[in-house]
């Protein structure tokens, strides 16, 4: 220890001979405490782990967890920490882990089934927002470590999972981790995991440390492990440095130096050096670091009971400590996992966040050291291809492009959403901006305004485009152009006015000017031609079945010919037949462009068709159709000899539709309706018939045969065993009583010489 900054504070105990020595902090300084005394706890805990947060203003934040919340606490709103927001979990517990990636944190929890918790930090410093809490892939996790270069979630110590890791892939969408691997490890349960470059160095408690290679997720490699060496304990946690060549793990041990460890060779990793902080020796020596951190060539280590500690580590064989922060300095001994439990040393303005299980957040700084700085987030810059007010044409387009820095840019139109990309295509009169974003931050690009003018209006209004011969075509043309040329075969006239007068063949169009905006006229011609004729019409009444059309042959003419109906609706006929089947009076009406012809007209009664439908009892298992003059009833298409009745009982499964004919004599056919009839006692099964029908069934005691019963057929009633109960000869509506067997399910099989008939017949109370 380094004797010349030792503060030291004697404490004088009447009656005894010795002096207990303590110190609060050495080259480190508080610059601010949050502890709220009110929260709950869990066995004596308060507080657990910190993280931290640097928004795109510059502002910083402590991400705090508790026994039931997750804590965010704004460093810069004043000289003391202000909470900004806090999310609570299901239950209590000791222990929450909480990492960031971009604009986002990830919360999770042990020893209760908080699950995973994803919050959005874009809108700090006002607020919070969390945006999942799911169960869906663990409901415990003892440690998260997220790759932000890769944008991947490492989640151990998971209940789904103990013995492994589960990852997750960020990139696609943070508010949603995408599961990407649920892998096993070799060295069994993982406590705690760093990860750079794919490359993880997992803490297996007991095990020692491995380290594993993860570029393919769903397959790791093993490439080295260590689980025998000096001060051996229960391996919690490691840091690697940034050169990758050193990596500083703790054993969650009383008694366990830190161990100083050369990784450059995976397959032979050597501790260099064992250190640890000793605050309260000579009489207590047993402290127990917990979780390391390294930034430059400084480890931040957060201690039980030790506080905030730094150790340079630029000799990797003769380590020392050059500041700490004492935050449980009330503490006489080594007993129990008390005081400091994480420590964030990352954010850019230099000041280290140390969490306390039971004085909460301390906000420290390292007073003799110059940590290199980290760059914080900043709003990556924006610029358009165009500026002010851009003047296009209507229907016409033009490309808008953004350059930045960001990588990922999305555009408004004034003020929705418009689309993603660095360039698009616009062609509406609106404002126009872009965002750009670079995971974090987000700017605003300046408003480009593109204003679309719009063509002339040109209207082209001939009172015919044709004309028999000697007639006069009148144009009218309505625009509101500046100026407007018609052509008329190879010559370019003004028009003066807004009405033309045409007296001869002449295929014309016209060209309406607004500025530079110009509209064209689609051309017409003018040609005459003789009167049509419309002889080939049936002029005649007809009577006929909605669902049988009258059709008639449309013969091959050159006029354009319509079919008007009830002299009101008009419609093109563009094709060799036409259906008629609506009740009215039809005509034809033959056009060419000059001239037109109507027929007479054809009067026609259409007589509605009635679409029978089908029910279905339970009871009798009998189908019923609708009310109509006749019927036939078909089964699977095909018609069933003598099934004419309004009702018909289905006795094999299959797909049944009835045809009635109506009053008019007009057929029509049902929906089909699909019956399933139980199957035959397998012992007893023989070929179906639709020649008998049993009924009523179920029953309560009788029920009757009926059917084409030919001459000493024989049935027999079994029970669900295959034993015959009653047997006898059929006769045709003479009842079969059963009053003396008990209720249940049974069978009956017919014998009708050699044609066998199986039928479950349900006998009620």
């Known amino acids: 220890m380094n004797l010349r900054l030792f503060i030291l504070c004697a404490v004088f105990s009447i009656g005894s001979s010795s002096f207990t020595f303590s110190q609060t902090s050495w080259n480190m300084s508080l610059l601010g405490q949050w502890d709220v005394d009110t929260l709950p706890t869990r066995s004596g805990f308060q507080y657990n782990d910190i993280w931290g947060y640097s928004d795109c203003y510059g502002n910083e934040y402590a991400i705090l967890g508790s026994p039931l919340y997750i804590h965010f606490i704004a460093l810069d709103q004043g000289p003391v920490p202000v909470e900004v927001d806090h999310f609570a979990g299901f239950s209590t517990t000791i222990w929450r882990d909480m990492k960031t990636y971009k604009d986002h944190a990830y919360a999770v929890s042990d020893n209760n089934n908080d699950g995973l918790m994803v919050f959005d930090l874009s809108q700090l410093p006002d607020t919070v927002i969390r945006t999942k809490f799911t169960q869906e892939f663990f409901s415990r996790s003892h440690n998260i470590f997220i790759d932000e270069q890769h944008g991947r979630m490492y989640a151990v110590g998971t209940n ?173 001994d080594y007993n129990g996992f008390t005081g400091a439990w994480g420590a964030y040393p990352y954010l850019p303005s230099g000041r280290i966040l140390g969490s306390d299980t039971h004085h909460g957040l301390f906000v420290l700084s390292a007073d003799s050291i110059s940590f290199t700085p980290i760059e914080g987030l900043t709003f990556p810059e924006i610029s358009l291809n165009q500026a002010d007010t851009v003047q296009i044409c209507e229907g016409d387009a033009i490309t808008l492009d953004a350059e930045t820095e960001g990588d990922q840019v999305q555009w408004f139109q004034d003020s929705d959403y418009f689309e993603d990309g660095s360039s698009i295509e616009v062609n509406e009169s609106a404002p126009y901006f872009a965002e750009a974003s670079d995971g974090h931050c987000t700017s605003r690009s300046e408003s480009v305004f593109v204003e679309v003018n719009a063509y002339p209006a040109l209207s082209i209004v001939p009172d015919r485009q044709t004309a028999c011969e000697g007639e006069i075509i009148n144009v009218e043309v309505i625009s509101n152009a500046t100026a407007i040329t018609y052509t008329s075969g190879s010559n370019i006239f003004e028009l003066e006015g807004n009405e033309l007068q045409i007296e001869e063949s002449s295929n014309i169009f016209f060209t309406a000017f607004n500025n530079d905006c110009v509209t064209i006229s689609e051309g017409f011609s003018l040609e005459f031609i003789p009167v049509p004729t419309t002889d080939w019409w049936p002029a005649d009444e007809y009577t006929i079945c909605s669902n049988d059309p009258l059709t008639l042959e449309i013969p091959s003419v050159n006029e354009t010919l319509y079919l008007i109906n009830n002299q009101e609706t008009t419609t093109l006929i563009n094709s060799s037949t036409i259906a008629l089947d609506q009740t009215g009076t039809y005509q034809i009406l033959a056009q060419n462009e000059a001239c037109d012809a109507s027929s007479a007209p054809l009067e026609l009664n259409v007589n509605p068709v009635i679409v029978p439908y089908l029910a279905f009892n339970e009871m009798t298992k009998t189908l019923f159709a609708s009310p109509a003059p006749s019927y036939q009833w078909f089964k699977n298409g095909e018609m069933i000899p003598k099934a004419r009745f309004f009702k018909y009982t289905p006795v094999s499964s299959g797909t049944y539709t009835v045809e009635t004919r109506d009053f008019y004599g007009c057929y029509a056919m049902s929906d089909p309706v699909e019956v399933i009839v139980e199957g035959n006692i397998q012992a007893f099964a023989g070929s179906t018939s639709t020649d008998y029908v049993i009924y009523p069934n179920p029953t309560s005691g009788e029920f009757i045969v009926t059917g084409h019963l030919g001459e000493g057929t024989q049935y027999q009633i079994l029970n669900q065993q295959g034993q015959m109960l009653k047997e006898g000869i059929l006769i045709d ?4 009583n059963l009053e003396s067997v008990a209720s249940g399910v049974y069978w009956i099989r017919i014998n009708d010489q050699g044609k066998i008939w199986t039928e479950k017949i349900i006998l009620q109370p």
Not at 274 to 296: E, G, M, Q, W
């Open 733 to 736: 509506n003479k009842a079969i």
């Open 160 to 332: 789904t999972t103990p013995n492994g890791v589960i990852i997750f892939d960020l990139t696609k969408n943070p508010d949603e981790p995408e599961l990407i691997s649920n892998t096993v490890l070799s060295g069994g349960y993982v406590h705690d995991i760093y990860v750079r470059d794919h490359i993880g160095y997992c803490s297996h408690g007991n095990n020692g440390l491995s380290v594993y290679d993860f570029k393919d997720p769903a397959n790791p490699v093993l490439l080295g492990s260590i689980s025998n060496y000096p001060e051996s304990g229960y391996n919690h946690s490691s840091w690697l440095d940034p050169s990758g060549e050193y990596l500083v793990f703790a054993d969650e041990t009383f008694g366990r130096s830190l161990k100083m460890t050369n990784v450059q060779d995976l397959q032979n990793m050597e501790i260099t050096n064992l250190f640890k902080s000793t605050l309260l020796a000579p009489d207590f020596t047993n402290s127990i670091a917990h979780n390391p951190f390294i930034r430059d060539n400084y480890v931040i280590i957060s201690y039980y009971h030790e506080g905030i500690q730094i150790y340079d580590l630029s000799d990797p064989e003769n380590v020392t400590n050059v500041a700490y922060y004492d935050t449980e300095p009330d503490n006489v």
